[in-house]
């Protein structure tokens, strides 16, 4: 386990709560979404190999606000973006490049159409952690999958054209569960980016929060049970006024949705409900769909 500090501590470590999360929901008679590699990720870092990776393993079961309530939000999430990512190449796409790749798997666990390129951009020590338990497990993506170690708040679109993604190809652009951490300048970069990196039939899905500063996200919870755990959410937020990126495309032609979680929990039929309680922090996230005609 020596050098996987990458996943050990900060942004990293969220990586493995969500890893947790997954492998918890791919043990559901009902999972929304499946990864059979996630629980791997979880019991090689140091940092989690206590943490949950079996519903049976949760104390309160849904009623847990870490891995119960969050868990199931992360769970609909992981399918939402699987089915976006899906319905894109379908639609002809054959580049997809996940920004904050984190220890999700989707090059090995989704059914790419022939021809299909995954680029996943993250962190290089989360990376290479990711790389080694995938190694040791002697599993083979299902597309042809590149991967760039690079820091998301400074520049990382040379990189990603130095490694074959063609800009003037259609591709889909995930940012899952990134946007939250980067500084507003980095957010603002990062879809500036997207977009001149953005053939016409190119589509992008991300993940907001709003108000990270009110009392709704911060007395939450969530982060309470999180900090448990020893990882501090809130510490790890940006707590930068969000720009309005939606608005933001929508203005560079893009055309933007914008959802709650809670949309798709209706849809799925699972998934996290509105709390009445006056600390609901996911009443804050916010999921963004945009795509350039």
């Not at 639609?91 to 989707?106: F, H, K, P, S, Y």
């Not at 490694?163 to 652009?173: L, S």
């Not at 560079?252 to 949309?263: D, I, K, N, Q, Y």
């Given at each position: 386990?020596?050098?996987?500090?990458?996943?050990?501590?900060?942004?990293?470590?969220?990586?493995?709560?969500?890893?947790?999360?997954?492998?918890?929901?791919?043990?559901?008679?009902?999972?929304?979404?499946?990864?059979?590699?996630?629980?791997?990720?979880?019991?090689?870092a140091?940092?989690?190999?206590?943490?949950?990776?079996?519903?049976?393993?949760?104390?309160?079961?849904?009623?847990?606000?870490?891995?119960?309530?969050?868990?199931?939000?992360?769970?609909?999430?992981?399918?939402?973006?699987?089915?976006?990512?899906?319905?894109?190449?379908?639609?002809?796409?054959?580049?997809?490049?996940?920004?904050?790749?984190?220890?999700?798997?989707?090059?090995?666990?989704l059914?790419?159409?022939?021809?299909?390129?995954?680029?996943?951009?993250?962190?290089?020590?989360?990376?290479?952690?990711?790389?080694?338990?995938?190694?040791?497990?002697?599993?083979?993506?299902?597309?042809?999958?590149?991967?760039?170690?690079?820091?998301?708040?400074?520049?990382?679109?040379?990189?990603l054209?130095?490694?074959?993604?063609?800009?003037?190809?259609?591709?889909?652009?995930?940012?899952?569960?990134?946007?939250?951490?980067?500084?507003?300048?980095?957010?603002?970069?990062?879809?500036?980016?997207?977009?001149?990196?953005?053939?016409?039939?190119?589509?992008?899905?991300?993940?907001?929060?709003?108000?990270?500063?009110?009392?709704?996200?911060?007395?939450?919870?969530?982060?309470?049970?999180?900090?448990r755990?020893?990882?501090?959410?809130?510490?790890?937020?940006?707590?930068?006024?969000?720009?309005?990126?939606?608005?933001?495309?929508?203005?560079?032609?893009?055309?933007?949705?914008?959802?709650?979680?809670?949309?798709?929990?209706?849809?799925?039929?699972?998934?996290?409900?509105?709390?009445?309680?006056q600390?609901?922090?996911?009443?804050a996230?916010?999921?963004?769909?945009?795509?350039?005609?």
């Amino acid at each position: 386990m020596a050098g996987d500090t990458g996943v050990e501590e900060g942004v990293g470590l969220t990586a493995l709560m969500v890893a947790a999360a997954r492998a918890i929901e791919t043990h559901r008679h009902d999972a929304l979404a499946r990864d059979v590699y996630a629980e791997h990720f979880v019991r090689a870092a140091r940092a989690s190999a206590g943490w949950p990776i079996r519903p049976h393993q949760v104390p309160d079961g849904d009623a847990d606000p870490l891995w119960g309530r969050l868990g199931r939000y992360f769970g609909l999430r992981t399918r939402v973006l699987d089915d976006f990512l899906l319905s894109q190449v379908r639609d002809g796409a054959r580049q997809v490049v996940l920004l904050g790749a984190g220890l999700d798997t989707r090059a090995y666990r989704l059914d790419w159409p022939p021809g299909c390129t995954v680029f996943e951009v993250d962190q290089e020590d989360v990376l290479a952690f990711k790389d080694r338990v995938l190694a040791g497990l002697r599993a083979t993506p299902k597309a042809e999958r590149v991967t760039i170690g690079a820091d998301l708040r400074l520049e990382w679109a040379k990189a990603l054209t130095g490694a074959g993604f063609d800009p003037a190809a259609p591709a889909a652009w995930l940012a899952e569960g990134l946007l939250l951490y980067l500084p507003r300048a980095a957010e603002r970069a990062l879809i500036e980016a997207v977009d001149g990196l953005s053939a016409a039939g190119s589509a992008l899905a991300y993940e907001i929060k709003l108000g990270v500063e009110s009392a709704a996200v911060r007395e939450s919870s969530i982060y309470s049970a999180a900090r448990r755990t020893g990882i501090d959410l809130l510490v790890l937020f940006d707590g930068d006024p969000r720009p309005d990126s939606a608005a933001d495309l929508t203005a560079r032609g893009w055309g933007t949705s914008v959802h709650t979680a809670f949309e798709f929990t209706r849809r799925h039929g699972r998934g996290p409900h509105p709390e009445p309680e006056q600390h609901d922090a996911l009443a804050a996230n916010r999921w963004v769909f945009a795509g350039r005609p």
